[in-house]
């Protein structure tokens, strides 16, 4: 069998762009680019103008460091469970690929230059929000939460629920009501969201010996609980139109977005499948997508 050699400058090449990726998935992109997503839409809804290109790129940059540096540590305190669990065990820790080391040096500098860069280039306030938001996300849910309560992505999701009230602290320097009401609407999204893909991992969940509300209270009680969710979320997502904050644009989306998910979790409810459990969670997150850009054009279009 032939043997493939590589140059030494491009197998040296070849390993540090897949270190790189290792590192990088570490952050979980696809969950912080929606987090960021989400920031930004908070930073261009406090104002009327447009956004200071030089405070746009700080904020963000520096939000996303820092929601990359919580997701690390995320990595490093359940890479036991995750070494169990068919969706995560192909990360580099269970891999072995990176060491425990490597990761708390990684998610170290990172968020330290995400935190530094807020201070320095945005405000204080946002500096500090951001850091409390990866103290609630990093260590009291993964470390205190996680592993004791099936209520933990109910309290755990207020960090989760952040970024938009940093986006908006970003630019203002101060966390409006107006931010508030956008804290709410993820808060009550992140239940159904996240208690669709505990359905369909159920398994996965007991494996690791964690208490999701699929695992201690059983299938029929979690898709009643994703449905009620989905009620409080339809109304959380009213009130942006109701306090003033936005107009009829968004309000047509927002009861056709929020019907839509209301229409997957009756039938979750009434007629359950792994299948339709995934097609939730993935309409889950284009929903919140989609909800925050149809603010963002009533914002404007609207002005």
């Not at 036991?80 to 669990?85: G, K, L, N, P, S």
Request: glycine letters at 8%; proline letters at 6%.
């Amino acid at each position: 069998m032939a043997v493939i050699k590589f140059p030494p400058m491009q197998l040296a090449s070849t390993l540090a762009g897949f270190r790189l990726r290792q590192f990088l998935s570490l952050t979980k992109p696809r969950v912080v680019s929606l987090i960021v997503f989400c920031a930004v839409i908070g930073m261009f809804l406090s104002t009327r103008g447009m956004v200071p290109a030089n405070l746009l790129l700080a904020a963000t940059i520096g939000i996303w460091l820092v929601a990359g540096a919580a997701a690390a540590v995320n990595c490093l305190v359940e890479q036991r469970i995750d070494a169990v669990m068919r969706r995560t065990r192909a990360r580099p820790l269970p891999r072995g690929e990176l060491t425990s080391l490597q990761t708390l040096a990684f998610a170290g500098a990172i968020g330290g230059i995400g935190l530094w860069t807020l201070y320095a280039f945005v405000n204080p306030l946002t500096m500090w929000l951001t850091f409390a938001t990866f103290i609630g996300y990093a260590v009291i849910y993964t470390v205190v939460l996680k592993p004791m309560t099936p209520q933990n992505i109910v309290i755990g999701g207020a960090s989760g629920a952040m970024p938009p009230v940093l986006g908006w602290a970003a630019v203002t320097g101060e966390v409006g009501p107006e931010a508030l009401l956008l804290f709410l609407i993820i808060f009550a999204w992140t239940p159904p969201h996240f208690w669709a893909l505990a359905l369909y991992r159920t398994e996965d969940f007991t494996e690791a010996g964690l208490p999701m509300l699929p695992v201690t209270h059983g299938h029929r009680f979690t898709r009643l609980y994703v449905l009620l969710y989905t009620l409080i979320l339809f109304a959380a997502a009213l009130l942006p139109f109701a306090y003033g904050m936005s107009g009829w644009i968004y309000l047509a989306f927002a009861v056709v977005l929020n019907g839509a998910f209301l229409g997957y979790a009756v039938r979750l409810y009434v007629s359950y499948s792994d299948a339709l459990a995934r097609s939730t969670f993935r309409y889950s997150i284009a929903y919140l997508a989609a909800l925050f850009a149809a603010l963002l054009i009533d914002h404007y279009f609207t002005a």
